[in-house]
């Protein structure tokens, strides 16, 4: 079964803490998206990335970096994690021209 | 990316048919239609996609008027286990490496009631 996995589905972080949340993916796509899920706002699209070493920004990049080195892991990186970065994290992929995305399970941050 | 709007919320009897309309009423020529389904504390799913009239797979139902101006999601005889946030995008099929990202809006939540 092809799947998207993200390594931790609940994690509890300090303030000013860096954090790395890590996907893989088995399907060989070349698209790699981040969102965060919030109560009330839906899916906010935070960094994309269509091929390695690539990254495009989405509706809300800042505080917040990516890395792509081998096509089947996107990491997001909180530099200096706030309590406002608390949210639900999810990992999806797809082929390079397709809207069907898979997402992972996704990962609870929770920053205190 | 054209604009969707969608109801909040419905509230459906197990059994019946749902029905879920979409407005889109800029979308561009080359722009597809693609419905996402959520689960509490999941990632969301793909359903369905098209282009125009109808498309059927064996969850859904997908039916786009000629004018393309709205599509409309149909679920046939709902359970309790199709309660779940209905997402409907809108993205342009023919754009280059890179652009094929979705921005997803809040959804409809639907609630099967027994």
């Known amino acids: 079964d092809v799947k998207v996995t993200q390594s931790s589905r609940y994690l509890v972080k300090r303030t000013g803490e860096k954090v790395f949340l890590e996907c893989v993916q088995d399907m060989d796509h070349e698209n790699m998206f981040w969102y965060r899920q919030d109560p009330g706002l839906g899916l906010r699209l935070i960094y994309f990335?269509?091929?390695?070493?690539?990254?495009e920004k989405g509706d809300i990049p800042e505080g917040y970096s990516v890395s792509r080195e081998k096509k089947e892991r996107f990491s997001l990186i909180l530099e200096s994690a706030s309590t406002n970065q608390t949210s639900m994290y999810l990992c999806?992929?797809?082929?390079?021209?397709?809207?069907?995305?898979?997402f992972g399970s996704g990962t609870r941050l929770t920053v205190v | 990316l054209a604009k969707t709007t969608q109801p909040i919320s419905m509230d459906s009897y197990e059994g019946q048919e749902v029905n879920i309309t979409c407005s889109h009423n800029?979308?561009?020529?080359?722009?597809?239609i693609t419905w996402y389904q959520q689960f509490p504390s999941q990632g969301p799913r793909f359903i369905i996609q098209?282009?125009?009239t109808k498309v059927t797979n064996e969850v859904a139902s997908l039916f786009i008027p000629a004018d393309r101006k709205s599509s409309t999601l149909s679920l046939p005889r709902v359970s309790l286990s199709d309660t779940a946030v209905y997402y409907c995008?809108?993205?342009?099929?023919?754009?280059?490496?890179?652009?094929?990202?979705?921005?997803f809006g809040k959804g409809t939540k639907l609630s099967v009631i027994p």
């Open positions: 098209g282009y125009k």
């Open positions: 800029n979308i561009a020529t080359n722009d597809y």
């Open positions: 990335s269509y091929d390695v070493k690539m990254k």
């Open positions: 995008l809108v993205g342009d099929r023919d754009s280059g490496a890179g652009s094929y990202q979705l921005t």
């Open positions: 999806a992929s797809s082929f390079l021209y397709d809207y069907g995305y898979t």
